[in-house]
């Protein structure tokens, strides 16, 4: 191989964190848990398996993501309720929280709008950290399961049933969008629940059987108006394939609570991003 003299201290360098997350103000987490001691349950939605359920929550309120029946991947799509140009950005979240979130950490929407959409309070699978192989629950490093890449690596093989296609769907049903405009809102995902990692050798892509089990959920806080859409992925757990019938497959469940009235003094939802848009024009 081609290799210049001074390779190993070439690879030696030492890196830093490209956005250390300090000088963001951190989530209010207590003033989130007192008002979520006192919440009620306000609305239930299933994503059925191999299907995706669109869900509304106002800011302030909090929705639940549970395993209810079996071990499940899950799909999130996240909107600014009142503009389908803002939404979840899975990139930057990864760059600004790491590949898996946990509790703390916060879900991002897209440039321009550049701000927290949700803050992840409570997760039963923190517990789980990053294993032997590198993997980890929770991840914004997939896309979702789509059937243009099915189509592509399967010689042409067509199947309807990718979370893609699912929560496309679900946009249509909740919306009326015609399917074109809802699949083009549809976007990179959190996987919830979902347990994956890069290969150390090789730096590919990998999923392994997630650690949920029913009883399990992730909470999170909506800090601003959402409409959400979760799709019960057709790999099931993800232990082996997917964008097939092959997996066993199980729904879903999303609850909504909304705080007792005057739980989030002092709490305001974030504003879009400041910047000027001038880019030196
Ligand atoms: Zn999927």
Redesign the pocket.
Known sequence: MNQPNDAEARRAIEPVVVYPPDTLDPPPMELYRAARAGASRIAEHRAEPREAACFRVAAGQFFRISSVEGSQ?G?LNLWAADDLNERFFSGKTRALHGTHVTTGDRLWSTIPHLRPMATVTEDTLSWYGIDEYGGSVHDVI?T???PYTHHALSGGGEYHH???S?LTRALVAETGADPLSAELAVHD?L?VFMCTGFTRDTGQYFMKASPVRPGDYIELFAEIDLLGAL?A???GD?STG??SDAAQCHPLLIEVFAPADGALTGWSSPPRNGYSRNHGL
């Open positions: 991947v799909d997939g979702r399961c789509d990718c979370c893609h699912n995902v996987n799709s992925c057709p790999g993800c997917h964008s």
